[in-house]
């Protein structure tokens, strides 16, 4: 099941930040990630979220995912994200094809669609 890394960052440092833009991509792809989303303009509908810089990330899998975000390669990339930027950081697991989400749209409940 894919898993997704979103990220809302806002940059204090743009200077600094730079190194980070310029080398993580490389470290995203090595883990197998792909961008979905990278700072695209963001067009808010409801309800103030603080968003400015969101960062989507898909990976095969959670496990995919956390050992991207958990990497000895990219532990000095997290850390000069994290000096240079405030950022909330999550996974998000998707749904398979083979899902159906529960009562109210409940991804928790989710039933395979074989036992419907």
Do not use: W
Not at 49 to 71: H, M, P, T, W
Not at 83 to 88: C, F
Not at 97 to 110: E, L, M, S
């Amino acid at each position: 099941m894919k898993c997704y890394l979103l990220g809302n960052i806002v940059v204090a440092d743009r200077e600094r930040f730079a190194e980070y833009l310029e080398k993580v991509p490389a470290v995203i792809a090595r883990h197998g990630g792909r961008y979905v989303v990278r700072g695209g303009t963001v067009h808010p509908l409801e309800g103030n979220l603080g968003v400015q810089r969101i960062i989507l990330l898909e990976f095969d899998s959670r496990k995919a995912a956390e050992r991207f975000y958990n990497s000895k390669d990219y532990a000095p990339l997290k850390q000069l994200r994290m000096e240079t930027a405030e950022s909330q950081v999550m996974f998000v697991d998707a749904l398979g094809p083979d899902y159906v989400p529960g009562p109210d749209g409940d991804i928790n409940r989710a039933v395979h669609k074989s036992r419907l």
